[in-house]
């Protein structure tokens, strides 16, 4: 069951891609008629940050590592929460990653195997459900609770947008290996992946009324249907 059908019980938070550190990759969403956040998220303790894009079902997430030394003390204490940067380029490692919340609030929780995860720049009422990641050419999924993951009263630009895009109705996520992966493991039925040379992410926005295409790539592994 997708996390995009209304009956699913699980839906999309946001979704977001490794990036480097100096600004060109959102300036370049920019570019094209999308308005971000006006300020960064910095993780502390960490090591990393990001800057989001918001649209009415879901935000992108832009993240990329900000300080090497704090976030190899973090990878000290959770060795499993692999940070990706640039390194896909060369490796075919999957540099995107979901996050999924339940439809509400009081949906009832599906029951699958997860590790609870906190962070010192999450609110207090916030934590994240980690799946196992079964390799690293696969995206890292997460389900986050609390404000966290309803975060509605946050939007700066619901409908603002200059290229006039406001949900998220389909996306796609090509990885570049399925070997390591069970049958039977969630990922596969949650999220849609396909097989491919090289990674990539595509987005379609609004059932792509506009007819438009927009393919980041080579500066991101992103192609755009608005």
Known sequence: ???????????????????????????????????????????????????????????LELLWIEDQAELDASLAKQPDVIPIGDTWRTTGHCPFGVGMHYRTPDTAPMGFETRRHTAQWMPDDSLLELFPQPSLYVPPCSILHGSLAYWESRFEHPHGHALGVQQLTDF???????????????????????????????????????GKVFDMRPLLPLRLYC
Request: no cysteine; net charge negative.
């Open 1 to 59: 069951m997708s996390v995009l059908q209304e009956s699913s019980p699980l839906v999309i938070d946001h979704l977001y891609l490794w990036v480097s550190k100096d600004g060109t990759a959102m300036d370049a969403l920019r570019s094209i008629g999308f308005i971000p956040k006006t300020t960064i998220g910095i993780h502390e303790g960490e090591g990393t940050a990001s800057h989001v894009i918001y649209f009415d079902n879901m935000y």
């Open 172 to 210: 796609q996520i090509t990885v570049t290996s399925l070997d390591a992966v069970p049958p039977t493991n969630p990922l596969l039925s949650l999220l849609p992946l396909k097989l491919g040379a090289y990674p990539l992410l595509e987005l379609t926005f609004d059932d792509q009324r506009q």
